[in-house]
């Protein structure tokens, strides 16, 4: 099929085959700065159209509850809410994490210790963090994140960090 045919099909389809090709070329790479394990990651889990299984698999572990070490897949949906924060902030920075998954016995015992600790908290099913930005102000990445509406948005200001997570859409 000649190519006017396939570009005449896609417009009419609704699609532009370029913005479509350039999708599929994308890559998301996110940095990351632990506040508890002072450890850093650099990692590209997007490129060519597809999620990196490799890349993100480093992810799962690198956001593992630091508290126990047991590891939990990361919501991909949240990997792509923060890469949506970090482009609306302009490429630069690393997202400082202090939680990232959380297993239910460290939950339970965040919670005895704190009221602000959910009992069914999205961070022990992948689903939630806990983050700042090395290159906005917290109040900044709260804004984008509730802008974007896309899950639970909750700023914590006296500790400086934003929640993310990929429930429904709600702030505190």
Known sequence: MK????LGLALAAGTNPVV???KRLEKKTLSFYHTHTRQSLGVTYFHHGMYDPVALGQINHYLRDFRT????TIDRRL?????????DMGYKGTFEVI???????TNK????NSSGVAKRSLHMEGRAIDIR???????YVQQCA???QCGGVGYYPKSDFVHIDTGRFRTW
């Open 20 to 22: 479509a090709g350039a």
């Open 3 to 6: 190519k006017t045919v396939k």
């Open 146 to 148: 509730i802008a974007m």
């Open 109 to 112: 015992k965040l919670r005895q």
């Open 133 to 139: 930005f090395s290159e906005a102000p917290t109040r």
């Open 99 to 105: 939680s990232g998954f959380r297993s239910p016995v």
């Open 79 to 87: 990997l792509d809410v923060l890469w949506d924060i970090q482009q």
């Open 69 to 72: 070490g047991e590891v939990h």
